[in-house]
């Protein structure tokens, strides 16, 4: 019997524990967030608390995540060694990741739990044996906003832990680290990233420096608590790496945008406490870096017959990172050099946009204004990176791809970065004008582009597939596409529903407002618009997998009504007497002398005008496709004539010829 002892035994995660409880005390101590407050102090026990339960839901959050992440990514779930199909959930390193993330995601809500209560303590100046504690606590949670987004965090952990514990099949574990990821959207918009100076570069870098330590620090330890060392290790090792590799990035990239905005200079790096501290730090992830270089020459190639090295190194990675999340922790609880308090910028537009009034906008500032938001940049950059490598790989290899294909993803991708961070993004945000060509572009242009350039055809041919039952990113898309929500969203009608219908329930409702208000809501009305347009324009001329697509003249129909009612919604816009999101657009007070119902109006006929020129791109390109397929059709029956001799034909003649006969 083969046997399967684990890298770590499981009172070996104590030490990552102590060492970030430890750094964390430390941490604090060098900025005096542990000193007596001035004026109304909590007490001894909220000001210790508060940076130790933070240390300790970051960590918890991490484990979550990262084991999740490593059970959905990493893993097979299969005992046997062989490859096959079945997929049967018998490995004790699955049994054991499931576990390991059940228990952190059942603790990560208590947690969070109990830093609210510390919370509020610190802010309201209440000690934790005050008999105004709970009164006090209630309206913190309901009435304040840091309170309210505590308790969405509460309620979101809480969905996490119930799925945790239902879930047990891979589709599970995904669901569990996208929800994971979810929940820590409440963890960014807290702490210094809720500040108004830079919120939206704050928030989004915030977010992604979270997600990058939680793959890469729980992951690590995630790993080690339940890979076997006889099964597979090479091959886990291999795809943590990846992972690793990619999240030494994500932290890098996050962490500089970061602290753009907490330092006058670099030299306050080594001049003040907080800059000494984020320097360590960074020397810390260095540290990590190398230990991951070192995996990647030394001992992933020996791993099989020599375990040792690696997860020596590995646990003082764990230790290390844990250090590294009690030292964020500490800073996060700690004044930076720059304040980040609301900037005290006094006019309406700042106050209701989070953002300081633009140049007057002419043509060339659409080309000249810039504000970057990390994630939406993010993904164009990677969209590129991504494709291009994928391409490289099937050259190498002597297959072929189509220029013009990779030519039109590239375009579609450098046209999303400049709408998503440049002049439409930065007058979207005070114009409907501007915001209408912005959500043109994201609707309509851009995702034919994206479905032109064939993302999932190019990456199911460049990405071997697994064969050991676990699912990679190419193994994740795939069934994404070919499940039943897949499959029911990109059914060229419900396409077409969303893609129109969409227009109406965000813009006549209150979803517009919130979109203009918050970043959250300004991110997800980008992506839900991109994926929207994405899958109409899949459904209509795409050819990667995914929906049965209806004939080609049913699908112009389906076109031209579709368009008709995005032309009809246009119309309706103009001929409105009132403004949409009034109580945004009407008291900006725009230095310019906008009138907001005739900008709407404009807004209204960029809609009805841009609509145009992809509606006729589209049914040209729908018309090029048809008249390829019967083409194609056409040469098909040519050569299966020759084959035959024309054998159809001529049984069809026979046929005719035996019913005249018949008839005299």
């Known amino acids: 019997m083969t046997t399967t002892l684990r890298l770590l035994n499981p009172a070996g995660i104590s030490w990552p524990i102590i060492g970030g409880v430890f750094a964390t005390i430390i941490a604090g101590l060098t900025t005096g967030i542990y000193a007596e407050a001035l004026l109304a102090d909590p007490g001894a026990a909220t000001r210790w608390a508060v940076p130790i339960l933070t240390y300790a839901r970051d960590f ?15 893993y097979s779930p299969t005992m046997l060694e062989r490859p096959r199909k079945k997929v049967t959930y018998d490995s004790p390193e699955w049994a054991r990741i499931m576990r390991f993330s059940r228990t952190a995601a059942v603790l990560w809500p208590i947690v969070e739990s109990a830093l609210l209560i510390v919370t509020y303590s610190q802010v309201g100046g209440v000690e934790l044996t005050s008999p105004a504690l709970g009164p006090g606590l209630w309206q913190f949670m309901t009435a304040i906003e840091l309170g309210q987004i505590m308790t969405w965090s509460i309620i979101l952990t809480i969905l996490v832990s119930i799925v945790a514990v239902i879930v047990s099949t891979l589709g599970g574990a995904a669901w569990g680290a996208a929800l994971s990821a979810v929940a820590m959207v409440p963890i960014a918009l807290t702490g210094h990233a809720s500040g108004a100076a830079s919120h939206t570069l704050a928030v989004s870098s915030m977010y992604i420096h979270l997600l990058a330590m939680s793959a890469w620090a729980g992951g690590l330890i995630a790993f080690l608590m339940t890979a076997s060392r006889q099964r597979r290790l090479t091959s886990y090792v291999q795809r943590y790496s990846t992972i690793a590799g990619w999240a030494v990035g994500l932290t890098v990239y996050s962490g500089f945008l970061a602290s753009l905005i907490r330092f006058n200079s670099i030299g306050e790096l080594v001049t003040t406490s907080y800059g000494r501290l984020l320097l360590a730090k960074i020397l810390a992830t260095g540290v990590l870096a190398l230990a991951g270089l070192m995996h990647r020459r030394r001992t992933i190639a020996v791993i099989e017959t020599t375990p040792r090295p690696f997860t020596r190194i590995a646990v003082g990675e764990g230790i290390l990172m844990a250090g590294i999340i009690g030292i964020a922790a500490a800073l996060g609880n700690s004044a930076p050099p720059v304040p980040q308090d609301p900037v005290p910028d006094p006019s309406p537009t700042f106050l209701l946009s989070q953002n300081p009034v633009p140049p007057y906008p002419e043509t060339i500032s659409y080309l000249t204004q810039w504000r970057l938001e990390p994630i939406l940049a993010l993904v164009a950059v990677l969209g590129i990176v991504q494709y291009v490598r994928w391409v490289a790989r099937l050259r190498r290899r002597g297959d072929a791809w189509s220029s013009p294909r990779a030519l039109s993803w590239v375009l579609g991708m450098i046209v999303f970065f400049w709408i998503t961070n440049g002049g439409p993004t930065v007058y979207g945000a005070v114009l409907f004008s501007a915001h209408m060509f912005m959500h043109m572009m994201l609707a309509m242009v851009i ?25 990679g990113g190419r193994e994740i898309l795939l069934a994404v596409a070919h499940s039943r929500y897949g499959a029911f969203w990109a059914h060229p009608i419900i396409a077409a529903m969303n893609f129109a219908g969409s227009l109406i329930l965000f813009y006549f409702t209150g979803l517009f407002a919130v979109s203009l208000t918050t970043h959250v809501g300004h991110l997800l009305m980008v992506a839900h618009f991109t994926l929207a347009g994405y899958m109409f324009a899949n459904a209509l001329i795409g050819i990667d997998p995914g929906p049965k ?34 109580e945004f657009f009407g008291w900006l007070g725009l230095p310019w002398g906008v009138d907001a119902l005739a900008d709407q109006e404009v807004g209204g006929a960029v809609t009805w005008g841009i ?54």
Do not use: C
Request: hydrophobic share 55%; no cysteine; glycine share 6%.
């Open 549 to 582: 697509r209806p004939p080609y003249a049913l699908r112009l129909v389906l076109l031209f009504a579709t368009m008709a009612f995005h032309a009809f919604f246009g119309i309706a816009v103009i001929s409105s007497t009132s403004v949409l999101a009034n």
């Open 447 to 471: 995702p034919i582009l994206m479905v032109l350039g064939a993302p999932v055809s190019l990456m199911a041919r460049a990405v071997p597939a697994r064969t050991d039952g676990s699912r």
């Open 611 to 664: 609509g145009e020129f992809p509606t006729v791109a589209l049914a040209i390109a729908v018309a090029i496709a048809w008249s390829m397929s019967e083409d194609k059709q056409a040469k098909q029956i040519d050569r299966r004539a020759d084959r035959d001799d024309d054998a159809e034909l001529k049984a069809y003649n026979e046929m005719l010829a035996a019913r005249a006969r018949g008839g005299k």
């Open 60 to 74: 918890t959050a991490a484990l979550a995540l990262g084991g999740f992440l490593i059970a959905a990514t990493v």
